[in-house]
């Protein structure tokens, strides 16, 4: 999983996101220390902040704005088979992603980039494509 990601960055320019912050909902926290690592620079230096639990992706959301918030394929593949996404709590037990991008929108705004995608390969050029690098 971790190839896919990283050659989809095989031609990416040079653009600048060093500003920026992206925040990521995972199920898996050793990809996501992973792609904590890998990711930033095929995003153009953009910062970013994982949670693979609800408790902790709430309390990330109503700390501040993101400039995109990415559900990882893991995420994505359990929503589509209509499972209950992992890492959640009592409250989001039976959440699909369109639970998740209601909350979302709440606490960040209509104007916030929500990426999703069941496909490894295609984070990082929906992600920059969100962030306006491309």
Not at 71 to 76: D, K, Q, T, V, Y
Request: hydrophobic share 45%.
């Amino acid at each position: 999983m971790i190839a896919e990601v990283a050659s989809s960055g095989d031609a990416i320019t040079t653009a600048d996101g060093s500003s920026m912050a992206v925040l990521v909902r995972g199920c898996d926290p050793v990809m996501a220390q992973r792609a904590g690592l890998m990711l930033p620079p095929l995003l153009g230096g953009a910062q970013l902040v994982s949670a693979t639990d609800d408790d902790s992706f709430f309390q990330l959301l109503d700390s501040r704005k993101f400039d995109a918030v990415l559900f990882a394929p893991g995420a994505c593949r359990f929503s589509a088979a209509k499972q209950t996404i992992p890492g959640g709590n009592a409250a989001t037990r039976h959440w699909t992603l369109e639970e998740y991008r209601a909350k979302v929108l709440e606490t960040q705004g209509a104007e916030v980039p929500i990426v999703e995608t069941v496909e490894e390969r295609l984070i990082v050029p929906l992600t920059r494509k969100a962030l306006g690098l491309d």
